[in-house]
């Protein structure tokens, strides 16, 4: 947990959040700035910078970040889906609390890779 974390503090409750899911160790809430007709965020509640920091001790927290992804996704309903993460602000990393974007609606059709 650091304090001046914007998704730390969201996990803290000091910071309101529109939350579609929780687990022990996972966060999942709506994006403030929603690019797609649906766009969650789903966070570890353990503070961890970005993927490329994450090593072998790491591997059960993202395999549950993951899971907790695809459950959110469908306990909402939200059909089918895409999951990005952004990993450096090369890649367009603003907030360093590693956190995978789920985005799904009409308009998601267009292929990027
Ligand atoms: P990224 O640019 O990949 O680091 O994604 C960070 C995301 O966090 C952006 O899509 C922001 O809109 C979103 N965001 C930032 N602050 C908040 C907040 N307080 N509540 C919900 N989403 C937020
Ligand atoms: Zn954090």
Do not use: W
């Not at 947990?1 to 709506?30: H, Q, S, T």
């Amino acid at each position: 947990m650091l304090d001046d974390c914007v998704f730390c503090r969201i996990i803290r409750g000091e910071i309101p959040a529109a939350k579609v899911y929780e687990d022990g160790e996972n966060l999942v809430f709506r994006d403030i700035k929603p690019a797609a007709p649906v766009h969650f965020l789903a966070v570890p509640k353990r503070h961890v910078a970005r993927l490329a920091d994450c090593g072998e001790a790491d591997a059960g927290l993202l395999s549950s970040l993951l899971l907790a992804a695809g459950r959110a996704a469908r306990r909402e309903n939200v059909g089918d889906f895409r999951l990005i993460v952004n990993d450096g602000a090369g890649a367009g990393q603003t907030v360093f609390h590693l956190h995978a974007h789920i985005l799904a609606g009409p308009g998601l059709t267009e292929k990027l890779l």
